[in-house]
Nanobody, 132 residues
Framework: DVQLQASGGGAVQAGESLRLSCAAS????????IGWFRQAPGKEREGVAC????????RYAESVKGRFTISNGVAKNTVNLQMNSLKSEDTAVYYC?????????????????????????WGQGTLVTVSS
């Protein structure tokens, strides 16, 4: 079974940084895509960033461009999300998700709303709280 473990959440002040990590175990696909989504209280889940296994495709939501960076970690099947210049509106539970084919979920032609229904595997979420 594929399991995703998200970690790195916490409470910070506005302007500070956090790094989230997503570790995927039991994952055998060589062309996978991993994405980060978030859900703030009372709001719908939204896409944040995604990356292909080959590291050549990365996408970001407009709200985090220039502040967040997604990258494949040194450890196999690990993806990091570096979050800088955090704002109070970044407060949410952050989830990582994985798909066997990155092209289905991380293509520029796929909307964030659609992509979240295409990910096969989801982690449990990690809370990020940013106070102003």
């Amino acid at each position: 079974d594929v399991q995703l473990q998200a970690s790195g959440g916490g409470a910070v002040q506005a302007g500070e940084s956090l790094r989230l990590s997503c570790a995927a175990s039991g994952f055998t696909s060589a062309d996978y895509g991993i994405g980060w989504f978030r859900q703030a209280p009372g709001k719908e889940r939204e896409g944040v960033a995604c990356i292909s296994s080959a590291d050549n495709i990365k996408r970001y939501a407009e709200s985090v461009k220039g502040r967040f960076t997604i990258s494949n970690g040194v450890a196999k099947n690990t993806v990091n999300l570096q979050m800088n210049s955090l704002k109070s509106e970044d407060t949410a539970v952050y989830y990582c998700a994985a798909a066997d084919e990155w092209s289905a979920v991380c293509s520029p032609d796929t909307s964030w709303t659609t992509s979240q229904y295409l990910y096969e595997y989801w982690g449990q979420g990690t809370l990020v709280t940013v106070s102003s």
